[in-house]
């Protein structure tokens, strides 16, 4: 079946502009985790949605970001204002529900780079 | 602060020998270990899930182990095609909910020659 899905796969952009990146999770998972991934680390949270609603963006960096899922399937990662150290792999990962006990699976990642 | 700590950051292997990467975590409010692979470009990939102290689990040339300070991935008899960036992550009770926050090493990067 298929995967989890994310685009674009490469983005580049000038700082200061305005950029969106976009999960497709797997049909019927209710559970989604946004990732960001720095050269050479593991990834790092940065919010998880359980169905439309955003259960817990603590690990959003600040102001500027900000994620949707209006349906409680796609998702939409928003960055405003971007800046050069925002340049990373952006992850996303969904799972069947949200207990410890269900795998999360992970979509190739958005590489973002910000000149 | 919930951590996950891996070693050695990379390990260079030669066909068929065999040997363990090391996760070390945070004990306190663990309720689930996870190991990925990673391949350049891609996802992170799921390979195995350990509850409890004890548990082990394998794949093909893959075991992994649990402690109840550490978790241990062996790998037997590696082939080149088993080289990849090795993710272990931690999923923490977090304030009265246990759910999917996954806190990841920094990774362990393999390198198995021919």
């Known amino acids: 079946g298929a995967g989890v899905s994310q685009t674009p796969s490469n983005k580049v952009t000038e700082k200061g502009k305005y950029v969106e990146l976009r999960c497709d999770p797997i049909s019927g998972h209710t559970a989604l985790y946004w990732y960001r991934q720095s050269l050479g680390q593991g990834p790092e949270f940065l919010i998880y949605?359980?169905?439309?609603?955003?259960?817990?963006d603590s690990g959003l960096p600040n102001d500027r970001f900000f994620a949707v899922r209006p349906e409680g399937s796609v998702s939409t990662l928003k960055i405003q204002r971007t800046e050069r150290g925002d340049s990373a792999v952006y992850l996303c990962a969904s799972s069947l529900r949200s207990s410890v006990w269900d795998t999360q699976y992970f979509g190739p990642g958005t590489r973002l780079t910000v000149l | 602060e919930d951590q996950v700590t891996q070693s050695p950051e990379a390990l260079r292997l030669q066909e068929g020998e065999s040997s363990s990467l090391n996760c070390s975590y945070t004990v306190s409010g663990l309720r689930g270990l996870f190991w990925y692979r990673q391949d350049p470009g891609k996802g992170p990939e799921f390979l195995f899930t350990?509850?409890?102290a004890g548990e082990e689990k394998e794949k093909e040339r893959l075991k992994a182990t649990l402690t109840k300070k550490e978790s241990f991935l062996h790998i037997t008899a590696p082939k080149p095609e088993d080289s990849a960036t090795y993710l272990c992550?931690?999923?923490?009770?977090?304030?009265?909910?246990?759910?999917?926050?996954?806190?990841f090493g920094q990774g362990t990067i393999l390198t198995v020659h021919p």
């Open positions: 992550a931690g999923i923490y009770f977090a304030g009265g909910t246990s759910y999917g926050k996954l806190t």
């Open positions: 350990l509850y409890s």
């Open positions: 949605f359980q169905g439309t609603g955003a259960a817990d």
